[in-house]
């Protein structure tokens, strides 16, 4: 788990449009650090976001990334983990439901690849959700594609546009996939809801080889709140007007009001 050069563009990107009040947290202790023969790239991220800063200001000596993150504007990030092996000061399973003392108390929540890493996905999401204050965002990048054998998931956009998008009522503000490169990415594809085209997205020929990322950032707003209806978008479409075992989400859409 770290913050490699194409999250720390993500993250530049964001301090420009985004800076959180009160608590902030990072799902993992994620580390951050700067090869020699990239550093300029660092820097060049810095100079087009606008930012009066150098890499060298955001590194620390124990190589984990609470001062970069401090200097992006998002405060003093706390850090929530299973074990304490790494300094996090929160120690929780994602596995399992959070405590009621948490939720509601986070303006930014960062995920910079540990839920690929939790076999309870959905416990683990619905965590999330109930730990965000309205008006917080969540930023995740897991492994979309090309990561064979480091975690127990790979994840899809679907889940970003149902769960987050549909189930909860949230704001998608960003859902990409970036190509992971040995000297920074510079491949990225936006995926846009496919409840839109009311059809499967077409990728075949799209993805390079390679290690990809799901980037997406979400905003929980006063109106968000979970339901029980995750159903993939295209099948919903298929099922409507059918004999179905329940309700989907265009049901509930075209139904008189």
């Known amino acids: 788990?770290?913050?490699?050069?194409?999250?720390?563009?993500?993250?530049?990107?964001?301090?420009?449009?985004?800076?959180?009040?009160?608590?902030?947290?990072?799902?993992?202790?994620?580390?951050?650090?700067?090869?020699?023969?990239?550093?300029?790239?660092?820097?060049?991220?810095?100079?087009?976001?606008?930012?009066?800063?150098?890499?060298?200001?955001?590194?620390?000596?124990?190589?984990?990334?609470?001062?970069?993150?401090?200097k992006l504007g998002f405060g003093e990030m706390e850090a929530m983990d299973f074990s304490d092996?790494?300094?996090?000061?929160?120690?929780?399973?994602?596995?399992?439901?959070?405590?009621?003392?948490?939720?509601?108390?986070?303006?930014?929540?960062?995920?910079?690849?540990?839920?690929?890493?939790?076999?309870?996905i959905p416990m683990a999401l619905e965590t999330v959700f109930r730990m965000l204050k309205p008006g917080g965002r969540f930023v995740s990048a897991n492994g979309f594609n090309g990561w064979p054998a480091h975690g127990i998931y790979q994840f899809n956009p679907e889940l970003v546009w149902t769960f987050w998008g549909r189930n909860c009522g949230c704001i998608v503000h960003d859902c990409r996939g970036i190509h992971k490169r040995p000297r920074g990415g510079n491949y990225h594809i936006e995926f846009k809801d496919p409840a839109e085209a009311g059809k499967r997205m077409r990728l075949k020929g799209k993805i390079p080889e390679g290690r990809m990322y799901l980037y997406y950032e979400i905003e929980k707003t006063s109106d968000s709140a979970m339901k029980d209806l995750v159903l993939q978008s295209d099948y919903e479409t298929k099922w409507h007007s059918h004999e179905n075992a329940g309700a989907t989400r265009l049901d509930d859409e075209m139904a008189p009001q």
């Open 1 to 70: 788990m770290g913050v490699d050069i194409e999250l720390f563009e993500r993250l530049a990107d964001l301090s420009v449009r985004f800076q959180p009040e009160g608590r902030t947290l990072m799902l993992g202790r994620h580390t951050f650090r700067v090869e020699d023969h990239i550093k300029h790239k660092f820097d060049r991220i810095l100079r087009k976001k606008g930012l009066d800063l150098s890499h060298e200001e955001l590194l620390q000596e124990d190589g984990y990334c609470e001062t970069l993150m401090r």
């Open 85 to 120: 092996y790494e300094g996090a000061t929160l120690l929780h399973d994602l596995n399992r439901p959070v405590a009621a003392e948490l939720e509601g108390q986070f303006s930014l929540i960062f995920d910079g690849g540990t839920l690929e890493h939790v076999f309870n």
